[in-house]
């Protein structure tokens, strides 16, 4: 059974920088695609940015396109969230969700896996 694990949120102001790690146990890290999705209260969880098995495929919502960055680290078996130039509409529960797949997908229904989440509180 896999296991996914958030860390790293917290509370910061507008215009700062934030990283979110995703630690993957139970199952070959590499056999899934990893992705963030992020829930707002009273929205539903959508795509945040995900990442295919080796790292050379990456997808972005329009809305972080060119402030978050998505990474992994095989080797470390996690994957992480890089946030800059916060503003207080990212604020939300960040959560992990891994796919058992090669190719990164942005839909949510697809994900066999995800984690608690982690509370990402961005003031203005």
């Known amino acids: 059974q896999v296991q996914l694990v958030e860390s790293g949120g917290g509370l910061v102001q507008a215009g700062d920088s934030l990283t979110l790690a995703c630690t993957f146990s139970?199952?070959?890290?590499?056999?899934?695609?990893m992705s963030w999705f992020r829930q707002a209260p009273g929205e539903e969880r959508k795509f945040v940015a995900g990442?295919?098995?080796?790292?050379?495929?990456?997808l972005y919502a329009d809305s972080v396109k060119g402030r978050f960055t998505i990474s992994r680290d095989n080797a470390k078996n996690t994957a992480y969230l890089g946030m800059s130039s916060l503003n207080p509409e990212d604020t939300a529960v960040y959560y992990c969700?891994?796919?058992?797949?090669?190719?990164?997908?942005?839909?949510?229904?697809?994900?066999?896996?995800w984690g608690q989440g982690t509370q990402v509180t961005v003031s203005s």
């Open positions: 990442i295919n098995w080796n790292g050379d495929t990456t």
């Open positions: 969700e891994a796919l058992f797949s090669i190719v990164v997908v942005r839909g949510e229904d697809d994900y066999d896996y």
């Open positions: 139970g199952r070959s890290f590499v056999s899934y695609a």
